[in-house]
């Protein structure tokens, strides 16, 4: 295996036991997990969690230090999430009446990890 193989696992395998505390974090609590690494053509939602009439949608980030965690999330990336996020809705039709809202979830190595409600696009209607 070449050394960017190996590297890109590693990476994957980090990213998924991110996204496995991300949701464990989430569901401490309140959140009812919906989905994890949700697909469509247009992006990939990494967890979407209702609590009440909340829907969250959210981008699990981990790097070596939460600055580094926070500063990963781009434009391009919202504008992909966003895409995503109208996906999802579409195909799931019981949850159009919620509110939704973006969530990050940012997780570095020995820290506790910190949930961002609402870290962009405050109101649906921004979208």
């Known amino acids: 295996m ?7 696992r590693r990476a994957e395998r980090a990213g998924r036991l991110a996204e496995g505390l991300g ?6 609590k309140g ?10 053509s247009v992006g990939e939602i990494d967890i979407v969690a209702c609590r009440g009439r909340t829907l969250a949608f959210v981008e699990v980030k981990r790097r070596a230090t939460m600055r580094d965690a ?3 999330i781009g434009h391009r990336q919202t ?4 895409r995503a996020a109208e996906a999802f809705l579409a195909a799931n039709p019981k949850c159009a009446n919620m509110h939704a809202r973006f969530d990050v979830m940012l997780i570095a190595p020995w ?11 405050e109101d649906w209607e921004e979208l």
């Open 2 to 8: 070449s050394p960017t193989v190996a590297k890109r």
């Open 23 to 28: 949701a464990l974090l989430l569901r401490a």
């Open 31 to 40: 959140y009812r997990i919906l989905a994890r690494n949700w697909r469509a």
């Open 70 to 72: 926070a500063e990963a």
């Open 79 to 82: 504008q992909r999430i966003r």
């Open 111 to 121: 820290r506790w990890p910190s949930h961002i409600a609402s870290a962009w696009g």
